[in-house]
């Protein structure tokens, strides 16, 4: 039996999310993307520097997923931040949750969406955001899993293809 750690992030794993995050992006997310560019500077906000400033945000908490002592995935949550539709206050976005393809399907995704949760409830959070892209229907079926419904459409502005890049907006309240 493999063990599993949900676990806090602490200011030195940077480096170490700097390697997962690109790599588990890239993994599923590759097909969005026709301009190098563009692709390139989106894969270095999930490299060591980006997580090194997010780490030291106030309101910012990422929290890793291990197997067997080796990590493989993160999920990054923004507090007090509203949803881009509606707007409302006592937003907690679920701004980023990444695991590598090798370790999807086995229950990480929802134990890091637990830890999440637990904090934004007690930090007073109303509702849990985000955004996922609509090509994405194995992230949305696992949110709607996890109880979040969908609440509207954006658009990601960061050079993908114009035909793949819609996104969904999805909400779960957390009273
Ligand atoms: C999205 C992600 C975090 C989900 O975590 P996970 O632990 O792998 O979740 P699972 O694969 O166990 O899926 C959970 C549920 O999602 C749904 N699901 C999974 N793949 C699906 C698909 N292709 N279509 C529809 N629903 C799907 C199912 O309801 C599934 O539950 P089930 O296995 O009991 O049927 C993970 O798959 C991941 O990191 N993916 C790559 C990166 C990514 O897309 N991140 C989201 C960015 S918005």
Known sequence: MSQILIRPAAPDDAALLGVIGPAA???????????????????????????AAALARPRTRIW??????????????????????????????????????????????????EAAIATARAEGAAYAWLDAMAAA???????AKWGFHETGRIRFEKGTRPELSDMVVMVRALD
């Open 25 to 51: 992006y890239a993994e599923a997310y590759a097909f969005l993307w026709d301009q190098p560019g563009a692709y390139a500077a989106h894969l270095a906000t999930f490299g060591a520097e980006a997580f």
């Open 64 to 113: 890793i997923a291990e197997v067997d002592g080796a990590a493989v995935g993160f999920l990054l949550m923004n507090l007090d931040t509203p949803d881009p539709v509606a707007a409302r206050p006592g937003g907690a976005e679920l701004a980023r949750i990444y695991l590598l393809g090798v370790a999807r399907g086995r229950g990480l995704g929802e134990r890091l969406l």
């Open 137 to 143: 229907d194995w992230a949305r079926g696992a949110y």
